[in-house]
C-alpha cells in the first residue's frame, strides 16, 4: 500500500516564494480534495510534486513510499507511481495519441505492451470514456476541446495505473456529462482501494460524484483548514473570502 | 524583402554558360552573403582544379535508358543555363554527363539509383540529366556519399502529363564541400515531386529550382536536414512561376545541434505576370537543439499579377518546446525518447513522403543515429 507524504514543502517560482510549508500525506485507499482560491499556489504543489523544472524546492520533502522524489527526475517520478493530470494539458504536434500512450506504458511497465492487447486496452479505456476511436491518430492534445483534453487525462491515468494520482482541476471546464464521464473514470481508479487520489478543485460540483474523505482548504500556499466531506459544503456555502482575509 | 533592394525576378536574370560571365564572389553578393566562401576549396574562384573524385554509378530500371556523353551532346544544358558562378563553373569543367532517358509513355517499374562516391579529396565537376518524355513515369534517386569536393549541376526535363518523383539524399563524409544546382522544368500537366536530404558534408549549398514550360505544372519540394556541430548546410530555392495555373508547395524543415551548426534557407517564389490562377506555398521551419546552432531563413514572395489562386508562406525557427518534453517525461517517458518523440513528430509525415522505403528507413535511422549522438 503506497503513501504520499508532503512534509513542510516549500516552493518558489522565478524568486517568488507560492508555497509557504505544506503538510499533506496521501495514503491509498483515500482520496483527499485540495480546495482554494485562485493563485494560492495548487498547481504549484502539483506541477512541484511532479518535478515541472520551472519550480525551485526551497524546503522540504516529499516522499513516496518513504523514498524522496524530490531527488528524482521527472519520468523517474511518474515511474515511481505518480501520476499528474494536469490542469491545462500541453499541445504536442507530430505526435499522435496511440505513439505517446504505447510510449508511456512501455516506460511505466518497464517493456512494450503486446500489440493486440495494447490496441485492445486502449479501445477499452477509450469507450469507457466516450472518447470517439480515432483520437488515437490524433496528435496529442492538438485541437482538443477542453474537456477532450480532460478525459484523455484521465484515459492516460487509468492505463499508467500510477500508486498516487495527483488531478489539478480535472473538473473545470466540464459539462455535465462529461463531468460524469470522468468522475466514473475517477471512482474506477480508485475502486481497488489500492490507489491514493489528492483532487485539486474550485467547485463542490466534482465531489458530489467523487467523495473524498478529507478536504483540505489551501490559501496563500498552505494548508489553513482541514477535515471531512462537510468542509466542502461550508466553502460552497460562504465561499474563501474568510480564508483569503487570513492570509493576506 | 529584407535585404533584397533588387526585385527577385530581376535577381535570377543572370543566366550563362560561361565562366567569364560570373566575377568570382566576394561573399558580399546577396546571393553569397550566408555561405563561408573560404571553405568552398576553390569551386568559386577557378582554383580547383579537377582530379575526378566523383565516382558515378547507375543501376536503372530496365525501362530507363542509361547514356554516358560527353561535353558535346546536344541535349545537355537546354533546359537549365547556369545562375551563379560555382553553377558556371560546374558546367565549364564537367567531362562526362550521365543522361536518364524515360521513354514516352514508359512507367518505370522500380526506382533508378544514381550513386554518387566521393574517393577522397579531390576535386569533381559533374552534369546529369534527367528526362522524362511525354506521359512517362519514374522515381530517381542522386545518393551521394563518400568524401568530395563536388560541383555539379542537374537537369530534370518533365514532358507534358510526365510524372517524376526525385529522391537527392545528401549522405557525405564529414568533410565534404558539395554545390549543386537542381533544376525541373515542368511540361503541361506535367508532375514533379522532389525530396531532399541533407544530412553529412562540411559545407553543402543546394539550390533547386523549378520552371514551368506550359500551364499545369505542379511542383511539391520537400526538404529535410540535419545539422551538426561545425556543419553548414544550405538550401536555396527558387519556384518562377511564368506559366497560368501551375502549383506548387515547398516544405524544408531542419533540426540543428552543437557549436556553429548553420542553416541557410532561401525559398523565393515568383509568380509573374502571365501565371494567373498560380497555386503556391512555402514553408521553412527550423528546431534549434542546442546552443550555438544558428539558422537563417529567408522566404521571399514576389507577385506580380493579381490573379492568384493562393501565394503564402512561412518560416519558423525555434527551440524545443520544455513544456512538450515535460509532459511526456510527466508520464513516465525517459528524457531521451521525449526529445526523440518531439523531434520525430516535429518531421512529422515528411519523412513518410520518401518514395522509397529503404530510403525512409535510412534517413530515419540517421535522423535517430544524430540524435543520439
Ligand atoms: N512563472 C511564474 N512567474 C511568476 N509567478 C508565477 C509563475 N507561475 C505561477 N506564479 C504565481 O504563483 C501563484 C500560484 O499560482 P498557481 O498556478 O499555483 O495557483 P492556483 O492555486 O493553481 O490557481 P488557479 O486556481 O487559478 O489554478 C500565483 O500568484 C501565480 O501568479
Ligand atoms: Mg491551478
Redesign the interface.
Not at chain 2, 321 to 324: A, F, L, S, V
Not at chain 2, 326 to 335: E, K, M, N, S, V
Not at chain 2, 344 to 348: K, L, S
Given at each position: 500500500m503506497s503513501t504520499l507524504e508532503i512534509r513542510d514543502l516549500q516552493v518558489a517560482v522565478e524568486d517568488k516564494q507560492i508555497l509557504r510549508g505544506v503538510n499533506l500525506t496521501v495514503k491509498a485507499g483515500e482520496t483527499h480534495a485540495i480546495m482554494g482560491p485562485n493563485g494560492s499556489g495548487k498547481s504549484t504543489l502539483a506541477y512541484a510534486v511532479a518535478g515541472h523544472p520551472k519550480y525551485t524546492i526551497t524546503g522540504g520533502q516529499v516522499l513516496l513510499d518513504g523514498v524522496d522524489i524530490l531527488e528524482l527526475s521527472v519520468d523517474e517520478r511518474a515511474r515511481a507511481g505518480l501520476f499528474l493530470a494536469m490542469q491545462y494539458p500541453v499541445e504536442v504536434p507530430g505526435v499522435s495519441v496511440s505513439n505517446f500512450l504505447r510510449s508511456a506504458v512501455t516506460a511505466a511497465r518497464g517493456e512494450a505492451p503486446k500489440l493486440r492487447e495494447f490496441a485492445k486496452d486502449l479501445k477499452a479505456g477509450m469507450d469507457a470514456l466516450s472518447i470517439d476511436a480515432s483520437f488515437a491518430q490524433r496528435n496529442l492534445n492538438e485541437g482538443f476541446s477542453g474537456g477532450e483534453k480532460k478525459r484523455h487525462e484521465i484515459l492516460q491515468m487509468e492505463l499508467l495505473k500510477p500508486k498516487i494520482a495527483v488531478l489539478d482541476e480535472t473538473d473545470s471546464g466540464l459539462d455535465v456529462d462529461a463531468l460524469r464521464v470522468v468522475s466514473e473514470g475517477v471512482n474506477r481508479f480508485r475502486a481497488s482501494g489500492e490507489t491514493g487520489v489528492l483532487l485539486i478543485t474550485h467547485y463542490t460540483r466534482i465531489l458530489r460524484y467523487v467523495k473524498p474523505d478529507f478536504v483540505h482548504v489551501f490559501a496563500g500556499g498552505r494548508i489553513v483548514e482541514e477535515g471531512g466531506p462537510e468542509l466542502a459544503d461550508k466553502l460552497e456555502a460562504e465561499g474563501y473570502e474568510a480564508y483569503t482575509k487570513a492570509s493576506a | 524583402m529584407g535585404l533584397n533592394e533588387k526585385p527577385l525576378s530581376t535577381l535570377h536574370e543572370k543566366a550563362s554558360y560561361e565562366l567569364a560571365d560570373f566575377a568570382v564572389p566576394t561573399g558580399r553578393e546577396e546571393e553569397w552573403r550566408f555561405t563561408p566562401l573560404s571553405r568552398l576549396k576553390g569551386l568559386h574562384d577557378g582554383t580547383a582544379a579537377a582530379s575526378g573524385a566523383v565516382n558515378v554509378t547507375v543501376d536503372a530500371a530496365p525501362e530507363v535508358t542509361v547514356e554516358t556523353v560527353g561535353r558535346d551532346d546536344q541535349r545537355l544544358g537546354k533546359a537549365y543555363v547556369p545562375a551563379d558562378r560555382v553553377s558556371a563553373q560546374a558546367y565549364t569543367a564537367f567531362e562526362k554527363a550521365t543522361v536518364l532517358t524515360v521513354p514516352r509513355e514508359a512507367v518505370a517499374s522500380r526506382p533508378t539509383t544514381i550513386t554518387l562516391t566521393g574517393s577522397g579529396d579531390g576535386v569533381a565537376y559533374g552534369h546529369i540529366l534527367v528526362k522524362l518524355e511525354a506521359m512517362a513515369e519514374a522515381v530517381v534517386v542522386l545518393d551521394h556519399r563518400g568524401s568530395a569536393v563536388y560541383a555539379d549541376n542537374v537537369e530534370f526535363v518533365v514532358g507534358d502529363g510526365a510524372t517524376l518523383k526525385v529522391v537527392s539524399l545528401q549522405d557525405w563524409a564529414d568533410d565534404a564541400v558539395h554545390v549543386s544546382h537542381h533544376h525541373a522544368q515542368l511540361g503541361k500537366d506535367a508532375t514533379f515531386r522532389s525530396f531532399v536530404v541533407t544530412l553529412g558534408g562540411d559545407l553543402v549549398r543546394l539550390s533547386p529550382s523549378v520552371s514551368y514550360t506550359a500551364p499545369g505544372g505542379d511542383a511539391d519540394l520537400t526538404g529535410l536536414y540535419f545539422v551538426d556541430a561545425g556543419q553548414h548546410l544550405e538550401h536555396r530555392l527558387l519556384v518562377d512561376h511564368s506559366q497560368p495555373n501551375c502549383r506548387s508547395n515547398v516544405v524544408y524543415k531542419g533540426a540543428l545541434q552543437g557549436e556553429d551548426a548553420h542553416a541557410v534557407w532561401i525559398g523565393d517564389v515568383i509568380i509573374r505576370v502571365e501565371a494567373e490562377g498560380t497555386d503556391t506555398y512555402e514553408l521553412n521551419r527550423n528546431l534549434l537543439l542546442t546552443d550555438g546552432a544558428r539558422a537563417d531563413s529567408v522566404p521571399n514572395l514576389e507577385i506580380l499579377t493579381g490573379e492568384v489562386a493562393g501565394a503564402g508562406h512561412a518560416s519558423a525557427s525555434g527551440r524545443l518546446?520544455?513544456?512538450?518534453i515535460?509532459?511526456?517525461?510527466?508520464?513516465?517517458?525517459?528524457?531521451d525518447?521525449?526529445r526523440r518523440?518531439?523531434i520525430?513528430?516535429?518531421?512529422?509525415q515528411l519523412i513518410e513522403k520518401i518514395e522509397v522505403e529503404e530510403l525512409r528507413d535510412r534517413v530515419m535511422s540517421k535522423v535517430e543515429a544524430g540524435l543520439a549522438g
Open positions: - | 518546446d520544455d513544456e512538450h515535460f509532459y511526456l517525461q510527466a508520464r513516465g517517458i525517459p528524457f525518447e521525449a518523440l518531439v520525430r513528430g516535429f518531421f512529422g
